[in-house]
């Protein structure tokens, strides 16, 4: 009796080991996230240090890190109003790190309802959790780098488009023609317009890339918008 406990016992420590295993060669190679994201308290996600919000809305939101492009192709930091009636909604900037040299930047898209009771602009379980969906940007390939959409299904982020873009400072990263997702994001950005003032009106939104540095491949995510503000066009990046 004792032995067969005792193989019982072994048996049950290898299933254990085996699945923990698994767990880290299916998200530790970027090849295997073809089907969903890793959930948030997988020791990939780097929430401390490298996950920090943004509001995206009109007056800028004090905090709220975003670029005004002026002459020269200079930029000039922006700030305004911390109300959040003036938010369109939330980005959360976070990385997978798959070793020292390997990471993957992901944003996240929540409704800007998720920021009422955020403090800060540290990350937030309740905004990760309310996010519709999710960008993710692989470490690039050359002159490419591989973008894959995950649409949130009763909080488990699969999979629904994946497609390549040229790794140049600014690039638009969701192509109309050829992305399907292109569409989705539209709606939600139209979704997201809760502002009072019918003077102000969001045009157009791209997602962008933006290079920090080409030789040693850093790079983020941002999302451009184009405002119009009574005759007023405004042009704010939010990375």
């Not at 996950?51 to 930091?77: D, M, N, Q, S, Y």
């Not at 080409?214 to 918008?225: C, I, R």
Request: aromatic share 10%; with cysteine; charged share 25%.
């Amino acid at each position: 009796m004792k032995r067969l406990l005792f193989i019982v016992v072994i048996i049950a420590i290898c299933v254990s080991i085996n699945a923990n295993v698994l767990a880290k060669v299916k998200f530790g190679n970027w090849d295997r996230w073809d089907e969903e994201l890793p959930s948030w308290n997988n020791e990939g996600w780097d929430l401390e240090e490298h996950c920090r919000l943004t509001f995206v809305g009109f007056p800028f939101i004090r905090r709220t890190l975003i670029w005004l492009p002026v002459e020269e192709g200079k930029v000039r930091a922006v700030s305004g109003t911390e109300s959040i009636d003036n938010t369109f909604f939330l980005l959360t900037h976070l990385s997978f790190i798959k070793d020292k040299k390997s990471q993957a930047s992901i944003i996240l898209f929540s409704p800007a309802t998720a920021g009422k009771n955020v403090e800060g602009v540290k990350c937030n379980n309740s905004v990760l959790n309310s996010a519709k969906f999710a960008i993710v940007a692989f470490p690039p390939d050359k002159k490419e780098i591989v973008l894959r959409v995950y649409e949130n299904e009763n909080g488990l982020f699969r999979l629904l488009e994946e497609w390549g873009v040229a790794f140049q400072n600014e690039t638009i990263i969701i192509p109309e023609k050829t992305v399907k997702f292109s569409q989705k994001y539209e709606e939600f950005v139209s979704q997201s317009q809760q502002l009072n003032n019918q003077n102000i009106i969001v045009s157009s939104s791209s997602i962008i890339l933006i290079v920090r540095d080409n030789k040693k491949k850093e790079f983020n995510l941002g999302v451009s918008l184009e405002i119009l503000d009574g005759k007023k066009i405004i042009t704010p990046i939010f990375y």
